[in-house]
T-cell receptor
């Protein structure tokens, strides 16, 4: 089972690019990397998912090096509304008899 | 996500009482999950179900039980509530088509206080 490690907290300023790195040294061949965002008193919300190299969508980019032992969530030009906890999740595609491993989360605070 | 609903949203109960938290989904997903979140901590998996006839214990199943009444409904029960079960509880669903990595959709949460 892959275990993930993230920074406990980060802060930045509006308009900046923010990069949050997740370490998953024991990631398995069939594991995907998924990032979620959680606002206070709400359920986590899917942001982005990838297997290798780079994935980009309308809200973020995900960079995964060739060895896949880490991944970096990149949030371009953040705003105050990006203040949230961000979770890195490593888990297999389909299958059975597994447990999803959640990182402890990174509390991101965006300042004006 | 409005496709995953949880009832009640808030609940206060006393030690020793039996309570049930309910989750319903309209996403048509086969997999459902119950998580617990304590202040400042990440999510911990309590139980998960891959279909109506499949129930599996998660990381912290002691003191909890579940029932998958239908594909769309997954209930979590605390047979005899204790104060350290005070937490925020989330239900989630996912699709097992296997075409992409696991993506979960979460309900709004149930805030439980055990006195």
């Amino acid at each position: 089972l892959a275990k993930t490690t993230q920074p406990i907290s980060m802060d930045s300023y509006e308009g900046q690019e923010v990069n949050i790195t997740c370490s998953h040294n024991n990631i398995a061949t069939n594991d995907y990397i998924t990032w979620y965002q959680q606002f206070p008193s709400q359920g986590p919300r899917f942001i982005i998912q990838g297997y290798k190299t780079k994935v980009t969508n309308e809200v973020a980019s995900l960079f995964i090096p060739a060895d896949r032992k880490s991944s970096t969530l990149s949030l371009p030009r953040v705003s105050l509304s990006d203040t949230a906890v961000y979770y890195c999740l490593v888990g297999p595609r389909g299958g059975s008899n597994y447990q999803l491993i959640w990182g402890a989360g990174t509390k991101l605070i965006i300042k004006p | 996500d409005a496709d995953v609903t949880q009832t009640p949203r808030n609940r206060i109960t006393k030690t020793g009482k039996r309570i049930m938290l309910e989750c319903s989904q309209t996403k048509g997903h086969d997999r459902m999950y119950w998580y617990r979140q304590d202040p400042g901590l990440g999510l911990r998996l309590i139980y998960y179900s891959f279909d109506v006839k499949d129930i599996n214990k998660g990381e912290i199943s002691d003191g909890y039980s579940v029932s998958r009444q239908a594909q769309a409904k997954f209930s979590l029960s605390l047979e005899s509530a204790i104060p350290n079960q005070t937490a925020l509880y989330f239900c989630a669903t996912s699709d097992s088509t296997g075409l992409v990595g696991e993506t979960q959709y979460f309900g709004p949460g149930t805030r439980l206080l055990v006195l």
